[in-house]
C-alpha cells in the first residue's frame, strides 16, 4: 500500500509546480495537495485532523505569510504563521514520525556579505518577513531531526503571481521601466525546486538539515527584467535605478546569492543556470 505525501500550500506557486512535477507519471507515494480551503494552517485542530486523516511520512509546508512590506505593520499575522504555526506542524510531524520538508528564505541573511551564502553563515534579518522566516526554520530545527530547510530566492514560474508575470503584464500597458539594479541575487524557476524536493523524497534521502538552494548565476532585478523581456522578445526599455528610488516598507538585503555546494554534494543533482530556466519558462507561458 503506498504510504501518503501531504503538500500544505499546495494550490499557491510552488504547490502547483510540485503538483505537476508528481502528476501523470507512476509515483511510489500518493500526494495530497492541500488547498488554504481543505487546511488551515494556523488552526492547531484543523492540522491535527489532517495528520490522522492522512497519516503522511512526509510533510511538504509551501504555506508562509508572504507579503513583505505588509509583514511590518501585520506582526502578528507574520509571526502567526511563520513561527508559531511551524513550530505546531514541527511538533505534529515529530508526533506521526513524519518527515518534514519545509521551505524558507534567504530573506533570513541582512545581505551584506557580498560572498556567496553558505547554510551555516550568521543571519541577520532586515525585516519583519525574514525575522518570522528565521524563528520558524529554529523552531524545526529545536524539536525535530527528521526535517529538511530549504532556503531558496526570487521564485518565478508559470503558475500564480510572480516578477516574470508581473514585467510581462507591465509590458502591455508601457514602453519604459524603471528596475532595481543594485539588488543581487539568484532567480529561482520553482520548477527546478520541485524536481529537487521531489528528487529528496523519490531517493529517500536521510541527510537531514538546512540546505540552500536557487538557479546557477547571479542577477539583479535590473538583469533578470532585462532577460524577460529579451526571451519574450518584447521591446521595452529598462532603466536601471537604485533601492534608494523606491521607498518601501520593509528593507531588502542588497546581496542575497546563496551557495549551493551543500545540496548539490549530498542530493547529487546539476542545477540549471538561471537564464536557461527562465528562457524555458517563458516559451512554456
Request: hydrophobic fraction near 40%; glycine fraction near 4%; charge should be negative.
Amino acid at each position: 500500500m503506498k504510504k501518503n505525501i501531504i503538500v500544505i500550500g499546495g494550490s499557491g506557486q510552488l504547490g502547483q509546480c510540485l503538483n505537476e512535477v508528481v502528476s501523470g507519471k507512476e509515483q511510489a507515494f500518493n500526494y495530497f495537495f492541500l488547498s488554504k480551503a481543505e487546511l488551515d494552517f494556523v488552526n492547531a485542530a484543523d492540522v491535527a485532523r489532517v495528520f490522522e486523516q492522512y497519516k503522511p511520512v512526509y510533510c511538504i509546508n509551501c504555506a508562509a505569510y508572504t507579503a513583505v512590506d505588509q509583514a511590518e505593520e501585520d506582526l502578528d499575522r507574520a509571526f502567526e504563521i511563520n513561527e508559531f504555526a511551524v513550530k505546531r506542524l514541527a511538533e505534529i510531524c515529530l508526533t506521526h514520525q513524519t518527515t518534514l520538508i519545509h521551505i524558507s528564505t534567504d530573506f533570513v541573511f541582512d545581505g551584506n556579505s557580498g560572498i556567496p551564502l553558505k547554510e551555516e553563515m550568521h543571519t541577520s534579518p532586515v525585516n519583519v518577513y525574514g525575522l518570522s522566516k528565521l524563528k520558524g526554520e529554529q523552531e524545526i530545527q529545536e524539536i525535530m531531526d527528521s526535517y529538511y530547510i530549504i532556503r531558496t530566492s526570487w521564485l518565478y514560474s508559470e503558475k500564480a503571481g510572480n516578477f516574470v508575470k508581473t514585467m510581462l503584464k507591465l509590458a502591455q500597458s508601457r514602453d519604459e521601466l524603471n528596475v532595481i539594479c543594485d539588488q543581487v541575487g539568484t532567480p529561482t524557476y520553482a520548477m527546478d525546486l520541485a524536481r529537487v524536493i521531489i528528487h529528496i523524497i523519490e531517493n529517500e534521502k536521510t541527510n537531514y538539515g538546512l540546505y540552500h538552494y536557487s538557479n546557477e548565476g547571479v542577477a539583479s532585478w535590473y538583469d533578470f527584467a532585462k532577460a524577460v523581456f529579451e526571451f519574450a522578445e518584447v521591446d521595452m526599455t529598462v532603466l536601471p535605478v537604485l533601492s534608494s528610488a523606491f521607498v518601501t516598507r520593509a528593507k531588502r538585503p542588497h546581496y542575497s546569492v546563496m551557495d549551493k555546494t551543500k545540496i548539490k554534494a549530498i542530493i547529487g543533482l546539476e542545477i540549471p543556470y538561471w537564464r536557461d530556466s527562465l528562457n524555458f519558462c517563458i516559451q512554456n507561458l
